[in-house]
């Protein structure tokens, strides 16, 4: 309890220094893909030397799960700060470029820790039918960094009739941060015409409300989440305490890069 303190104290002095020293995660701290499928079971084989590889982050074709023609349900665990996320799908048993992946919900612009789920595609109005293989794929940028991700999950369309769902499927979204782009925004890929936002130094765009990030922990357990993140937290509550006492810019440092970030309405524009 003593080190907490500490700690906290620590937190505390550095807030009032108005410097944090967040540590953006590289891909090379996670054991499975820092955004990862719970549902449908993603494709094994994550290679963190690979995960910039598309379509899928260099995993081979994995097994097919049997997956509604509608209503449909998409399960996602997040380990760490990640931006830009994007679902897409190709109707193809195999895909082998980027280009044969549409897109069919809103870009989730920035989402913490946690457990993520939303409505899979409506395939009947896209025009498949039960019997056609797809394959679903999520991109995503680590927070600070503007290189995209690629992490793939394989299915098979049937009849949502036929379709039996798990019984252990949880649906929830629990990321104290979870900020999704409007249509119109998730036209623009990298989510840059996000009006809250500012494309950073990495050429990323972030907006991240700190206050939210640090209101309450996450109840995902994750085995592979890395120290980076829990530094990454621990960086994100001193700003959220500098926020209460001081409403001049703070001046922070990501991956080695300086980052300046200015408070604007409770809210962090990190430029
Ligand atoms: C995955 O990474 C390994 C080494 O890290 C490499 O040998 C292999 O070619 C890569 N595969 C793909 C598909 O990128
Ligand atoms: C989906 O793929 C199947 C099999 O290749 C094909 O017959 C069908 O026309 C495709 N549907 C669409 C909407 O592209
Ligand atoms: C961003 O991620 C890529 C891929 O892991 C890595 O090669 C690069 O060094 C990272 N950039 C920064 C600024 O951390
Ligand atoms: C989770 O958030 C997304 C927006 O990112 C939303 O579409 C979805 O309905 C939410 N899921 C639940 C279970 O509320
Ligand atoms: C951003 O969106 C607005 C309205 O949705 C649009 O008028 C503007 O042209 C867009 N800017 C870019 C750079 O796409």
Redesign the pocket.
């Known amino acids: 309890m003593f080190t907490s303190a500490l700690l906290v104290a620590s937190a505390l002095v550095l807030a009032h220094a108005a410097v944090v020293v967040p540590r953006?995660a590289?891909?090379t701290d996670f054991s499975t893909s820092p955004v990862e499928f719970t549902y449908p079971p993603p494709r094994s084989g994550y290679n963190a030397n690979n995960a910039?590889a598309y379509p899928c982050g260099g995993a081979e074709l994995g097994t097919r799960t049997n997956y509604p023609l509608t209503g449909g349900r998409i399960g996602l665990d997040v380990d760490t700060l990640a931006a830009n996320v994007n679902l897409m799908y190709a109707n193809s048993s195999n895909p082998t470029t980027f280009h044969q992946f549409s897109t069919f919900t809103d870009t989730i612009l920035d989402v913490s820790d946690g457990a993520w789920c939303g409505a899979g595609p409506n395939f009947q109005t896209e025009g498949l039918t039960s019997g056609n293989d797809v394959t679903l794929l999520v991109i995503y940028q680590?927070y600070g960094?503007k290189?995209y991700m690629y992490h793939c999950a394989d299915i098979k369309i049937v009849e949502a009739s036929a379709y039996i769902a798990p019984t252990d499927l949880a649906c929830s979204n629990s990321s104290a941060v979870l900020k999704t782009a409007t249509d119109d925004e998730s036209l623009v890929l990298k989510g840059s015409n996000y009006s809250a936002a500012q494309e950073g130094i990495?050429g990323q765009t972030v907006s991240i409300d700190l206050a939210a990030a640090t209101a309450v922990p996450s109840s995902s357990a994750s085995g592979s989440e890395s120290s980076a993140v829990a530094a990454s937290s621990a960086a994100s509550s001193a700003a959220a305490s500098a926020s209460s006492t001081s409403s001049a810019g703070i001046s922070s440092q990501i991956?080695g890069?300086g980052i300046v970030s200015a408070a604007i309405g409770g809210c962090y524009l990190l430029l």
Request: aromatic residues 0%; negative net charge.
């Open positions: 953006a590289s891909i910039t680590l960094n290189t990495d991956g890069l």
